[in-house]
């Protein structure tokens, strides 16, 4: 039997497993298989001014029936040399991609009009991976994802930080459960939201930004973030708000040293206390340095955390050294 002649649920299921190349060769065969290679072709596409492959958005934009096949689409083109009627072709392209599940769009920031041009909604997006400034475009664009799950936007620069955050409409992304992004972006996107996992990269928490986060309809369970403060107030504020926080990781800028010496003891036994009343904590780093969650010997549950570097060695029970001013017991 020739392989034209072959069900086409076979045909379907050999094109799944083909490498481009050889999904170019089979749409060149004849009639019957092109329409099932060209599905396959362009159904997760990762487009980059490195990979010298942006003529394929040409393609998008200007072949609609192509586009409906597109399911993950990536895009990195932030080089000064995309201009603006390229970034007119991506908006046009998009705006085919009815059926999209996951998108990445790394442009210029400032681009985020690009999302006008997608006039349709997008029912099967989950994923929206983006270097946009959060405004009103991406505001409109997220009222049309209605089953998206994970989110990264403002990823820019933190100068676009000073710029007032648009209010999201309560009926937007009423699924989330992942963010990526700054911190003031986030305190206008996760409250009223079942987000689980906060990562900000960007921004300055502040302790009153963690009472505002806690206001997810779920638990927090992993939590990331960057200040240039006392991470003292944040962590008690965490340890008062978030207190199902399985992984948590605070990087500062702030200078240790200038803690006085009389009360650096004291500094390190509230981050403890603050840690010990997070029950579900399974790891915690601060500034860089892992805080190892061990137990006092193999009976006891209570947890001891070690304010030291950690090397990456695995400590046992009977290494710790309990009278050290390093560990602090609860």
Partial sequence: MAFAQLPVELIDAICQRGQPTDLVALSRTCSSIYPVAQRHLYRHLSISTASRNLRAVVTLARRPELAQNVRTFSLRAECATVFRPFLRLVGMALSRMTELVSLDLFVDPDASWILSEARCTYTRLSRFSCSLVFDSHVVEFLGKTEALLEL????????????????????????????????????????????????????????????VLANS?????????????????????????????????????????????????????????ALSSLADLEGFELGGLHWVNAQKNLQDQQPVWQSQPFAGEIIGAEDLDLDSDLFYVY
Wanted: proline share 9%; hydrophobic share 40%; with cysteine.
């Fill in 217 to 273: 309809t779920s638990h927090v369970l992993i939590f990331g973030a960057t200040a240039t403060s006392s991470p003292l107030p944040i962590l008690e504020s965490l340890s008062q708000h978030m207190s199902s926080l399985i992984y948590l990781r605070l990087m500062t800028t702030f200078d240790f040293l200038e803690v006085p010496q009389p009360s650096l003891q004291s500094f390190y036994e509230r981050i403890a206390k």
């Fill in 152 to 211: 990264q936007v403002d990823g820019a620069s933190i100068s676009h930080n000073a710029l007032p955050v648009p209010a999201l409409p309560a009926r937007s992304i009423p699924h989330l459960s992942q963010f990526v992004g700054s911190s003031h972006v986030a305190c206008a996107i996760v409250p009223g939201r079942p987000v689980e996992s906060i990562h900000l990269p960007l921004g300055d928490l502040t302790a009153e930004d963690v009472t």
